[in-house]
């Protein structure tokens, strides 16, 4: 079993202390060929507390589309390239972590993450708390504000939110937040996997990581990933 590039062990049994240790050292951790027999659902819930949100189980598949209906990345996007963004960056607490794995893969598709670390460095806790945001369409009615940055409160940890889709800014500091985000943006690599084995699995502080996709053709669409947000790692 490798994490994140370190061997922990010759069995295909994870070792959970250090993949929770990956993921708050590195923001993420990245298992290759996880547990191929075991269904998505059963191993989310070996790891930490998966939800639910409304649907029959809680993993759900992301195929590519040709670009559909403007709620979602795979509508909007397509098959063109999905941008660095915190998954529902709308909400206000957006789900703490995120589990990808891969059904059917190609080696060609890149899953990238970068550290929202740097770009905090690099830009200022200051600035980005007070770059205030809001959804782009109103949830249940109404549009609340966010900012960019929210710090360590009541024991919980700091989280950064970024999407160029479905959050805009809502105030002239939420201008600059944004615009300097861009520009950070634009000159830090991400790192790059490719989820391309059945069982590789990645995992992703969702509050500290964004997370993105390469662009991909006719012959990669093919490609299946499931997807589990989780409350808590075990």
Known sequence: MHIHGTMLSDT??????????????????????????????EL????????????????????PKRTDTPNTYSG?????????HTDMAHWRDPPRYMMLRCVRGHASVATM??????LIDAIGEAVLARSLVRPRRPIRGAFHLLSLYRATRSGTEP?????????????PAG???????????GQIEPIHFSLADPGDTLIIDNWRMLHGRSALTAIEANRIVERVYMG???
């Open 113 to 118: 993450v970068l550290d929202g670390r740097k």
């Open 159 to 171: 989280l950064l939110r970024w999407d160029e889709a479905f959050i805009v800014p809502a105030s």
């Open 232 to 234: 808590a790692l075990i």
């Open 76 to 84: 909007m996007y397509g098959f063109s390239e999905f941008p660095l």
């Open 12 to 41: 295909n049994q994870p070792d959970l202390v250090a993949l929770r240790q990956a993921v708050v050292l590195d923001g993420f951790a990245f298992v290759p060929r996880w547990e191929r027999g075991v269904t998505t659902d």
């Open 175 to 185: 201008v600059e937040g944004t615009e300097l985000v861009r520009s950070v943006l």
């Open 44 to 63: 989310a819930t070996r790891i930490g507390t998966a939800l639910k949100l409304g649907k029959a189980t809680v993993a759900h598949q992301i195929v």
